[in-house]
T-cell receptor, first 115, second 111 residues
């Protein structure tokens, strides 16, 4: 079946512009996660959605970052007024339910470059 | 807070060599532990996991044992192959709402 998909695969933008990154999770997966992977760094948790519950935004690095999940499926991560330090690979993952032992399925990522 | 520390790379081994990638963790509760692998040009995928102390996760010849007494989850393989060249990430989760990943260890296996 289809895995997690993300778009665009690459995004180059100018400092100060807003960007939107999209994630399509696996159908039926209720949990959705966003991570940021910077060069030489591990995966940094950004935000988590579980069903219709309020998202866990504790990982968002600043108020320029926001995310929404419409209809419990597709999610959009928005970065406003992008800065050069926002350059990274943004990964989305989904899992069947919220559980500490459920496998996460990752998308291929969106590589964001802020000039 | 919860965190994972894993061995820094890069690691270069000859084919059929023994592999160990160290991973230690700090957690406030009772975490589940994971190893994810990222092959060149591909997304992260689960390699193995263990959900309680003394559990051993295994897959594709790789093994890792959940050691509560040493707070470790070291990844091992007895005989690596060129196809094992990838970046390996150790991770933990306590409640499933947040997963904490290590910085990744790059492995290159040469023929």
């Amino acid at each position: 079946g289809a895995g997690v998909s993300q778009s665009p695969s690459n995004k180059v933008t100018e400092k100060g512009k807003d960007v939107e990154l999209r994630c399509d999770p696996i159908s039926g997966h209720t949990a959705l996660y966003w991570y940021r992977q910077s060069l030489g760094q591990g995966l940094e948790f950004l935000i988590y959605f579980q069903g219709n519950s309020a998202p866990d935004k504790s990982g968002l690095p600043s108020d320029r970052f926001s995310a929404e999940r419409t209809g419990g499926s597709v999610s959009t991560l928005t970065i406003q007024r992008t800065q050069q330090e926002d350059s990274a690979v943004y990964l989305c993952a989904s899992s069947l339910v919220q559980s500490s032992y459920n496998e996460q399925f990752f998308g291929p990522g969106t590589r964001l470059t802020v000039l | 807070g919860d965190s994972v520390t894993q061995m820094e790379g890069p690691v270069t081994l000859s084919e059929e060599a023994f592999l160990t990638i160290n991973c230690t963790y700090t957690a406030t509760g009772y975490p589940s532990l994971f190893w994810y692998v990222q092959y060149p040009g591909e997304g992260l995928q689960l390699l193995l996991k263990a959900t309680k102390a003394d559990d051993k996760g295994s897959n594709k010849g790789f093994e890792a044992t959940y050691r509560k007494e040493t707070t470790s989850f070291h990844l091992e393989k007895g005989s690596v192959q060129v196809s094992d060249s990838a970046v390996y990430f150790c991770a933990l989760s306590v409640f499933g709402n947040q997963f904490y990943f290590g910085t990744g260890t790059s492995l290159t296996v040469i023929p």
